[in-house]
């Protein structure tokens, strides 16, 4: 099969022949051999091999459990059917594929089932708590009763954290009521004013983003509690939550206004608008989905906070919709008040009230995506699309209209899609 | 036109008129300058709390500090009320479950981070980004059930047999093991480090990932297509050209989760149970976190507990403080430059 390419002569140079010659094979190649060679990179070869080292692994580690050395646990037996799988593929890859295959495999290998592992992790955390939890969660009291009159031998139909359910909406609404004003304006503060002192101001937030949230609690306790004379409240709480939110909130909102185009702000500067009427008309719509989406994450962190709350709201068994008076408490505390009782039915509740708290979570989570998924870029797309969908159907409408009517009236179509499509 | 302004020009230089530049005057109006003063305002509001919170601890912990002196850093015990405490012990508690954590967490991040960068089919993208932002939004209670009531049980036969077989190895060496002892007395192996560590490293797992997958996003797409074309395999330009160029991400990333894991709190106080000796068995029962002390303590303690705790939230502040800004500036001088 080997080619011999022609070379090229002088004397065929000289005689004006052409002097780049296609290599030519010797033998004539019969054209159905020519296949269509397919350019996936998975083999089938490789498939095989991938299917037998896990039968493999599988095998010999049942071996190796039963007969060697007992293995004990099911994550044991796992473990060790991975590092015999990992070495059996390398084997098999080996006996046809050259060192670097070899290592591109098992690399291949390694870096997928770490992300695989880490997502069937989570799927453990949500399904471990939602299995556990369901029990109680099925019971419409867990929603709406408070746990005054239920003690801990009490069956799942009576009690609920209904009670920690309005006390976790309550601090987090007073979180939110000073984080958000504050918290955008500093962040308006730190782009729109910049200086040597809002640099400062920038270096000192993005310290206390390192301040562990217990301490925001021991602040609060140590401060307004203890100096200032007040009770363990919901209010406290709300400010325990409000001091560890603040700087995560300047920074994600800081970020986002650093991300408005400056065309934009030089556009609207230049058609003379004052700094005030550029912030009101362009930075802050540009940037109200990226806020949105700050401000949803932020909640979700604040929400999910056990010990600033721990440390500032103590705790009731009773409704408090009071936040200046008396202790409120909230679902993650409930949560954790719940599970030290060695009462099943107590871990049952413990664990409704943290699918709740998971739900609350979720259902923040989801609306920050969809709020977080309309950027100004993806609007205008959908609309230009909108546009375009619009002016096919009037086109097509203004196609079929003369052809049933009226023989001629091709310009009057093309006016009402151009019309369409500037609307 | 141009004629009559070259002879205007030089009329005025005849005069001796000097050209030089104008003085900028900015004249703001009404609604900028309140606006100004709004945020300006805001700002300083901002500036006020933090420092408050900062010299507040500071001003707070003074007795405790005053009153231990240097031993405050080297004492194990923690008895203030007998003003015999210290934060040998809990610190070193404090990092080796960090560290721990930090272990579980960075291969895992890289491998998820690499996999959503290199490997995954585009829809799998999408789907594993979502993934890994829900896992952040997950609060830290949950993770704390989970590691009490389902990661213990299933791990404490892991622990048993490391213990069994490695326990030569000083970290690994669990007291009342020998290769005799009945499995059974699992409670050798619940509450320990490790479980703590692994716990916390779930949690910290995201944060580290969606920097890293930050930064391998924006490998040149010019420097993998030259390792592609000069015969790399995928691993290949992974070592080649993705790690070397992610890798102040990646140091950043893993000193922020570090942060994130020192201060964790409630799901580490869910699993250990408190001692208050330098353990250095993480397989062993029994740790200690500064802030699963303050968690622990803050209740019963008087005045001058709290300010001990104070203490103790101060040092645990500082230290992540300073872990927090090595993190920015080395992500900040990587050639993958202010990512996060």
């Known amino acids: ?423 | 036109m141009l004629h009559l302004v070259r002879e205007v020009t030089d009329d005025a230089a005849i005069e001796g008129f000097i050209d030089q530049p104008r003085k900028i005057k900015l004249v703001r109006d009404l609604p900028d300058k309140i606006f100004r003063g709004v945020a300006s305002a805001g700002g300083v509001t901002v500036l006020l709390i933090m420092l408050l919170v900062g010299t507040f601890l500071a001003l707070k912990a003074a007795p405790a500090l005053h009153q231990a002196g240097f031993k405050f850093f080297t004492t194990q015990a923690w008895n203030p009320d007998s003003k015999h405490f210290g934060v040998a012990a809990v610190l070193v508690g404090t990092i080796l479950i960090a560290l721990v954590a930090v272990v579980v967490a960075v291969p895992l991040s890289t491998c998820t981070a690499l996999y959503i960068t290199e490997y995954a089919p585009r829809r799998m993208k999408t789907v594993f980004i979502g993934v890994i932002d829900l896992m952040a939004a997950i609060p830290s209670i949950v993770y704390g059930l989970w590691g009490f009531f389902f990661l213990q049980a299933k791990l404490a036969s892991v622990s048993a047999w490391i213990a069994q077989h490695f326990g030569w190895i000083p970290i690994f060496h669990v007291s009342g093991v020998n290769s005799h002892t009945a499995i059974s007395s699992y409670t050798l192996f619940t509450s320990s480090t490790l479980i703590a560590g692994l716990v916390v490293g779930m949690m910290i797992t995201p944060v580290i990932t969606s920097i890293m997958r930050e930064v391998f996003s924006q490998v040149p797409m010019g420097e993998r297509e030259g390792a592609l074309g000069l015969g790399a395999t995928k691993a290949g330009v992974i070592r080649t050209v993705v790690l070397p160029f992610g890798r102040g991400g990646m140091i950043g990333g893993t000193m922020l989760g570090l942060g994130r894991a020192l201060g964790e709190t409630i799901a580490v106080y869910l699993i250990i149970s408190p001692v208050f000796t330098i353990q250095p068995h993480i397989l062993q029962s029994g740790a200690i976190s500064v802030s699963s002390l303050i968690a622990l303590q803050f209740a019963e303690a008087n005045s001058f507990g709290l300010s001990a705790l104070m203490a103790a939230g101060l040092t645990l502040f500082l230290m992540t403080l300073v872990i927090n800004f090595a993190a920015s500036s080395v992500v900040a001088r990587s050639r993958s430059g202010a990512s996060s």
Do not use: C
């Open chain 1, 1 to 423: 099969m080997s080619t011999i390419p022609q070379q090229p002569t002088p004397q065929s140079a000289a005689l004006g022949q052409p002097t780049t010659f296609l290599p030519q094979s010797d033998q004539e190649v019969p054209a159905e051999a020519q296949a269509r060679r397919t350019t996936s990179g998975v083999r089938i070869g490789d498939t095989l091999s991938l299917i037998g080292a896990v039968l493999a692994a599988l095998a010999l580690a049942t071996v190796f459990s039963t007969q060697v050395a007992p293995i004990r646990g099911s994550l044991a037996f796992i473990l060790v059917t991975y590092a015999l799988f990992l070495a059996i593929y390398a084997l098999l890859v080996w006996l046809d594929e050259s060192a670097s295959v070899v290592v591109d495999r098992i690399v291949a290998v390694i870096v997928q089932s770490g992300a695989f592992l880490l997502v069937l992790t989570l799927t453990s955390v949500l399904f471990y708590t939602v299995e556990r939890g369901h029990k109680a969660v099925v019971h419409a009291n867990l929603f709406t009763h408070d746990m005054t009159t239920t003690g801990p031998l009490d069956p799942l139909t009576s009690g609920g954290v209904g009670h920690a359910i309005v006390g976790t909406l309550i601090q987090i609404t007073i979180a939110l009521a000073i984080t958000i004003p504050l918290g955008i304006t500093a962040a308006l503060f730190l782009t729109e004013v910049p200086g040597p002192f809002s640099r400062f101001v920038r270096t000192i937030v993005e310290a206390m983003t390192a301040l562990p949230s217990v301490v925001a609690g021991l602040f609060i306790l140590s401060s307004f509690i203890l100096v200032l004379g007040f009770d363990k409240s919901g209010l406290a709480a709300g400010l325990a939550i409000t001091v560890m939110m603040l700087p995560i909130m300047i920074r994600a909102a800081d970020v986002v206004f650093r991300l408005v185009p400056g065309t934009l702000k030089e556009a609207s500067l230049g058609l003379g608008a004052g700094q005030f009427r550029t912030v009101l008309n362009v930075v802050l719509p540009t940037a109200r989905s990226g806020l949105t989406t700050a401000i949803i994450l932020a909640t979700a962190r604040g929400i999910g906070e056990t010990s600033p709350v721990l440390l500032t709201a103590g705790f009731t068994a009773s409704l408090n919709t009071n936040p200046v008076h008396g202790p409120m408490v909230s679902l993650p505390l409930a949560v954790f008040e719940f599970v030290k009782s060695p009462e099943p039915n107590m871990v049952a509740r413990a664990f409704g009230a943290a699918v709740v708290l998971m739900l609350l979570v979720l259902v923040l989570f989801v609306s920050a995506r969809i709020l977080g998924a309309q950027d100004v870029a993806k609007k205008s797309k959908r609309r230009q699309r909108n546009a375009a969908i619009r002016r096919r159907v009037v086109g097509l409408a203004g196609r079929i209209r003369p052809s049933s009517s009226d023989p001629a009236p091709e310009p009057e179509s093309t006016s009402l899609s151009t019309g369409s499509s500037h609307a």
